[in-house]
Each structure stands twice: as structure tokens, then as C-alpha cells.
């Protein structure tokens, strides 16, 4: 089984930083912080809470944007 490379406990500005080719799945998720002076700080994990969204699914959909490299 293949590893994950982005957990929930990243936080947002790594998981761009490191993977921006994730971008479009935060905003498919509502998820406009990729930019904002919290990304520095708040986790994956945190910011699927803040906007309602299940955070298994939004790390399958992160992890499947980055699968191929």
C-alpha cells in the first residue's frame, strides 16, 4: 500500500509549498486559505474542521494530486 505524502497534521502552507499542484483541490473543497497569514499554522486536519469538510476525503483528494510524483 502506498504511503500518503500529505497528512492531516501538515499545515496548509507545507502541503502548497511542497505540492502546489494540490491547489485546485482546496478550492474544489471551498478552501480559499492557501494564501492567508493562517496557512503558516493551521493543520490540514484543523482547517477541513473550520470548513465543514471530512478530512479522509480531503486527504484522499490531496494525496491523489501528488500520487504521481
Same mark, same amino acid.
Given at each position: %500500500?502506498? @504511503? =500518503? !505524502?500529505?497528512t492531516e497534521d %501538515?499545515?496548509?502552507?507545507e502541503v502548497i509549498e511542497k505540492y502546489p499542484e494540490t491547489a485546485p483541490v482546496f478550492s !474544489?473543497? =471551498?478552501?480559499?486559505?492557501?494564501?492567508c497569514l493562517a496557512?503558516? &499554522?493551521e493543520r490540514v486536519k484543523d482547517?477541513?474542521?473550520?470548513?465543514?469538510t471530512d478530512v !479522509?476525503? &480531503?486527504l484522499k483528494?490531496? =494525496? @491523489?494530486?501528488v500520487k504521481s510524483k
Open positions: %500500500m502506498a @504511503e =500518503n !505524502k500529505i %501538515m499545515t496548509i502552507r !474544489k473543497y =471551498n478552501i480559499g486559505c492557501i494564501g496557512a503558516s &499554522f482547517i477541513a474542521g473550520v470548513h465543514g !479522509k476525503s &480531503f483528494d490531496l =494525496n @491523489e494530486a
